[in-house]
């Protein structure tokens, strides 16, 4: 089974692994009837028992859920299995020729359970299979979640934000290095990989400073309004903006002592 969009490579082994568990719990079990082949149809399990799994022989399977399509499942994977078990699980069709090797739940339910080590089997496929979907909505939530960033370069000497202006972006340096000014003065570098501009974004303040390009810089730009929403979907963003922002009070800390 795959999905349409690309795959990362931990979605391409659980796949990888359901194949090949597949191939372990079905090896001593034969079909409960002659093979079935379909030229193209809506919904392959129409007119079909809801206790009957299929095994792909040949060709491709789609499975559709709200009339999108989800999983395409390829020769040797079983499908069927959350229907068998009254559970709602979508639509599977085809476009083209299909063969399907049609199977019993209740005998393959008595199988895998005839041993310990089928069982184990049997376990680890339902995980396997539980997460390779609970990977594939994790990307496809990355997938629709696109914020209007912006990707802006900056000559050194430039001026990225500026003191006194209202919080509505925050910032990452990709590429180069800045300084924090404030009246003038400097107070802080930031580097390649920072996050910045995020503080006066939370506490709807303006601009406390400034950030000046100190060589020339690719900076990428999000608007306040999706910031949050990139965290939630890149939770990873804020304990890296959490470390920041506790670096920089540690810096301060240090300042104060020095002159005092």
């Known amino acids: 089974m795959h999905l349409l969009t690309k795959q990362s490579d931990h979605i391409i082994d659980l796949a990888i692994k359901c194949r090949g568990l597949t191939d372990v719990l079905l090896e001593n079990i034969l079909p409960c009837a002659p093979p079935l082949e379909f030229n193209a149809s809506s919904d392959i399990f129409t007119d079909q028992p809801t206790t009957k799994l299929f095994r792909i022989a040949e060709g491709q399977v789609f499975h559709s859920v709200r009339n999108k399509i989800v999983t395409v499942f390829d020769e040797g994977d079983l499908i069927g299995l ?21 199977y019993q739940r209740d005998e393959l339910i008595v199988h895998v359970n005839a041993n310990t080590k089928l069982q ?15 990977q594939a909505l994790a990307q496809e939530l990355r997938t629709e979640f696109r914020p209007h960033a912006g990707f802006l370069h900056f000559n050194a000497g430039d001026t990225i934000i500026q003191q006194g202006d209202t919080a509505d972006r925050v910032y990452t340096l990709l590429e180069g290095n800045a300084d924090a000014v404030c009246d003038g003065k400097k107070v802080g570098d930031i580097h390649t990989g920072e996050i ?10 303006l601009r406390i400073a400034s950030v000046i390009a100190a060589s020339d810089c690719m900076v990428l730009a999000v608007r306040k309004e999706e910031f949050a929403d990139l965290i939630d979907y890149q939770p990873q963003i804020c304990m890296r903006l959490i470390e920041e922002m506790a670096e920089k009070i540690n810096q301060l800390n240090n300042q104060l002592l020095t002159k005092a």
Do not use: D, H, I
């Open 82 to 102: 959350a229907r068998a078990l009254n559970l709602n699980e979508g639509v599977f069709s085809c476009n083209s020729t299909v063969v399907l090797l049609p």
């Open 120 to 134: 184990k089997n049997w376990a680890y496929y339902l995980t396997c299979t539980f997460s390779f979907y609970q």
């Open 196 to 205: 910045f501009g995020a503080l006066a974004v939370f506490t709807r303040q």
